[in-house]
């Protein structure tokens, strides 16, 4: 499996406070999308970044792709307590329709 | 509503048993998947359909069918349930597009618990 792995497992911050997520993976990429899930429900996407872009933007959400490591990070400021959710990685291989191959998450918590 | 919907939502079922569970989506969508997700094992795919009469297997394909006859629907087969497949699922689509955009609408999940 070429699943990705995201890191930390888990995450606790106070309100406030940035959360930084990230997630490695190991074939080449066409394009990294990240999905949140609040408990027990489906995922939402939240970005998608393509493997010739660096850094993107989506209101207090930033993401970064650095392909020379396989590895994104996703970064969410000044946090609120509805941000407590699990965020996964998802990798889309370079041939671009293929399946999308889903990390383990990391779940984190926001506490208020 | 652009949306994706399964049913059931929950169900209990005894071993052995066949089941369906239906996804459908009205997005237009060629591509649609099952997952399966299981606490520490994140989400794992269980077939996909890039189209309609095309299926194809993902990680963990044992135990389950697919059909995908029309392009809105893609309803997951279990015809003989075991506890192991006790998990919650998910339905997702997809438009498929050259340019890799490969953006996943979820279903709001069928949490099957196999006695």
């Known amino acids: 499996s070429q699943q990705g792995e995201e890191d930390p497992q888990a995450l606790s911050i106070q309100e406030g406070e940035n959360a930084t997520m990230n997630c490695s993976y190991k074939t080449s990429i066409n394009n990294l999308q990240w999905y949140r899930q609040n408990s027990g429900r489906g995922l939402v996407h939240l970005i998608l970044?393509?493997?010739?872009?660096r850094e993107k933007h989506s209101g207090r959400l930033r993401v970064t792709l650095d392909t020379s490591k396989k590895s994104s990070s996703l970064l969410i400021t000044a946090s609120r307590a509805a941000d407590t959710a699990s965020y996964f990685c998802?990798?889309?291989?370079?041939?671009?329709?293929?399946?999308?191959?889903f990390g383990k998450g990391t779940r984190l918590s926001v506490i208020a | 509503e652009a949306q994706v919907t399964q049913n059931p939502r929950y169900l209990i079922t005894v071993t052995g048993k066949k089941l369906t569970v239906t996804c459908s989506q009205n997005?237009?969508?060629?591509?649609m998947s099952w997952y399966r997700q299981d606490p520490g094992l994140g989400l794992r795919q269980i077939y996909y359909s890039m189209n309609v009469e095309v299926t194809d297997k993902g990680d963990v394909p044992e135990g389950y069918k697919v059909s995908r006859k029309e392009k809105r629907n893609f309803p997951l087969i279990l015809e003989s349930p075991s506890p192991n497949q006790t998990s919650l699922y998910f339905c997702?689509?997809?438009?498929?597009?050259?340019?890799?955009?490969?953006?996943?609408?979820f279903g709001p999940g069928t949490r099957l618990t196999v006695l």
């Open positions: 997005m237009n969508h060629e591509y």
């Open positions: 997702a689509s997809s438009p498929r597009s050259t340019s890799g955009n490969n953006e996943q609408f």
């Open positions: 998802a990798t889309v291989w370079n041939s671009g329709n293929t399946p999308l191959v």
């Open positions: 970044i393509r493997s010739n872009e």
